[in-house]
């Protein structure tokens, strides 16, 4: 089988290495990666492409990054100078076509309905896969950025999602004392029920000032000026959300909260496990077609 693959971070490059052990791999918008260095060993079976049209037509399965966008326009491709438009590739592609990609918003898929375009962050599988590399970056992040160790820290989680689960799970498993806070009655039956302290989202404010590590994963403002100004100099927030995230920064930086977004945790914690997990997904993806 043949993949062409374009644009994409640390996990795309890790992802083309992994394909190419059994596949035919072309790659484009990732020129200033190691893979295409003159002396990289990591190249069998790896084609790098000069032009978008070359690489389109290698493959019937198109791979782009995850995220597909940043900016809603180009192609997240870090490792390239070039800005790709995502509009020239899908108007490019035939019915006869895959793309897949992760984070794809709905208009992309107006602009060419000739053919299948599967979007990664929507397969559960996936989904809850990322959650480990997620929780485990959330707690480096914090070790990073605090003065106190995580054993016995006071940990406040905004929502109670897939995400939200297991970093709770992960900083009990370290001693700290962990806080949910969620809106819906049978969340916080759950919360209860797995041990931790409960608290009503809507509800938040004051008792910000209790906690020494606050995360987010509601991905709608929740933290406001209002409820920025309780939480303890000495604390630190982290937002797990996508994009627009929870978070007035503006605020928190006029306040002087210590604030980190906390982005795309799997590419930069763990891209050989998060490679291998899409990999997986593709595969099972593509048999299932």
Known sequence: MNFSIIGGDL????????????????????????????????????????????V????????????????????????????????????K????????????????????????IIDLMEQEELTVLNTIATAEGTIQ??????????????????????????VAKKFKALDAYVTCAARKQEDMAWIKTLGYECTDIIKIGENLQDFDIIINTVPKMILTK?????????????????????VDFDSAKELKTKCIWALALPGKVSPVTSAQYIKNTIYNILNKV
């Open 11 to 54: 996990r795309t490059v890790k992802l083309a290495e992994m394909l190419s052990k059994e596949n035919e791999v072309y790659i484009y918008g990732l020129e200033q990666s190691y893979i295409c260095e003159n002396d990289s060993t990591n190249k069998k079976n790896i084609n790098i492409c000069k032009s978008l049209e070359e």
């Open 56 to 91: 389109l037509q290698k493959s019937k399965i198109i791979l782009g990054p995850m995220p597909l966008s940043k900016d809603g326009e180009n192609i997240n491709a870090p490792f390239s100078n070039d800005k790709i438009k995502i509009k020239d590739i899908i108007e």
């Open 93 to 116: 592609l035939d019915e006869e076509k895959t793309f897949i990609a992760g984070a794809i918003k709905k208009d992309i898929y107006e602009i060419n309905r000739s053919i299948k």
């Open 141 to 166: 992040v914090a070790i990073e950025n605090t003065e106190r160790n995580i054993h016995e820290s006071k940990v406040l989680i905004l929502g109670f999602g897939r995400v939200a689960k297991v």
């Open 226 to 246: 209002r409820e920025l100004r309780y939480i303890n100099n000495n604390a630190i927030v982290i937002d797990l959300a996508s994009k627009p995230g929870g």
